[in-house]
């Protein structure tokens, strides 16, 4: 007589029908947005070294992008902007003719059907490269409030879904939130970019969106990577300036502090699987090291286990196809 225990959990494990059957944990394009890159210019399609497979567009390439992710079966999009020039002031990130204010009006044409929502900040429109106006070597906090503000304005005019503030000024949400309800855009949402670390994981981005910073670095606006309890504090004051979602950013290196936000909070909770999390997985997959599809898989389930209702993440359009 056999005593093995009755509990064999290898059971529903012995194949791929009966794995499918009981996990735990999936993953659903409607969960999943789309980050592009618009920049100046006719016909344009510019690869990005460090993001394989994604590349800066002028509005004519974006729009047969998204067209071409929408019928796969993306769903959003979340739009960068790379302007023609870039001032002391931003001027091009509320321009009403700025490079993302024209995306979202070709786009909302080209394809409707899409949820686009886009990024607030400074950084890719000033000629210093941080995300608000500097004095001297510091970054100012409240005199940046009003122009993030009017960027977030200028693009719920031009069609914006949702907007997405990412420059970790203190009291931007609410800012950002007076000025689209005073302006009658009281029911666009606000995701916020509530706990942005100051993390090495950044650097393919900063290629796309050009907006590497000329002096200094983020650390003094952007969280220290070893703390979890100030990120809280932060999305608590987030939603309570008017954030509808919140957001951790990068995602993989902070999985811990996604489940602390999911335990704590019961609002939407986003991450951003960012171009570094990406970049090492394209890069180690060239060399031949470890095999893409089922690596970012793992990731990025990883990332909905933790926590997290929505992903940003460069994969999108090929998860399209995995899926």
């Not at 509990?7 to 993953?27: N, V």
């Not at 067209?67 to 023609?84: H, N, T, W």
């Not at 939603?239 to 951790?248: K, P």
Request: hydrophobic share 40%; aromatic share 8%.
């Amino acid at each position: 007589m056999s005593t093995f225990p009755s509990t064999r959990l290898r059971r529903f494990r012995r194949t791929a029908a009966l794995r499918a059957l009981t996990r735990e944990t999936r993953l659903s394009l409607d969960d999943f947005v789309y980050p592009l890159f618009v920049c100046p210019g006719e016909g344009v399609e510019r690869p990005l070294e460090g993001l394989p497979g994604i590349a800066q567009r002028s509005v004519d390439r974006l729009c047969d992008a998204a067209e071409d992710a929408s019928r796969a079966g993306v769903r959003a999009l979340l739009l960068f902007g790379i302007p023609e020039e870039k001032d002391e002031a931003a001027s091009g990130a509320y321009d009403d003719d700025g490079i993302v204010q024209r995306a979202l009006r070709a786009l909302r044409d080209r394809v409707p059907g899409l949820v686009l929502l886009t990024d607030v900040c400074l950084c890719e429109y000033t000629s210093h490269g941080h995300c608000g106006l500097v004095e001297g070597d510091e970054v100012l906090n409240d005199v940046s409030l009003e122009l993030l503000a009017k960027t977030a304005v200028s693009h719920a005019e031009a069609g914006a879904d949702a907007v997405c503030p990412s420059d970790m000024m203190d009291g931007r949400v609410g800012a950002i939130r007076g000025a689209l309800d005073s302006e009658g855009f009281e029911q666009t949402p606000i995701v916020a970019y509530s706990a942005k670390y100051a993390s090495a994981f950044y650097g393919p981005f900063r290629e796309a969106a050009e907006s590497a910073p000329a002096f200094g670095d983020r650390r003094s606006y952007q969280l220290d990577p070893p703390n979890v309890r100030e990120a809280l504090r932060e999305c608590e004051l987030d939603l309570a300036e008017g954030a509808d979602a919140i957001m951790i950013k990068p995602a993989l290196p902070y999985l811990d502090v996604i489940r602390a936000a999911r335990d704590r909070f019961d609002a939407p909770l986003f991450a951003y699987n960012v171009s570094g999390e990406y970049a090492l997985v394209k890069a180690a997959a060239a060399r031949g090291w470890l095999d893409e599809r089922p690596a970012a898989l793992e990731g990025l389930t990883a990332i909905k286990r933790a926590g997290a209702d929505v992903i940003f993440s460069y994969w999108t359009r090929e998860l399209a196809e995995w899926l």
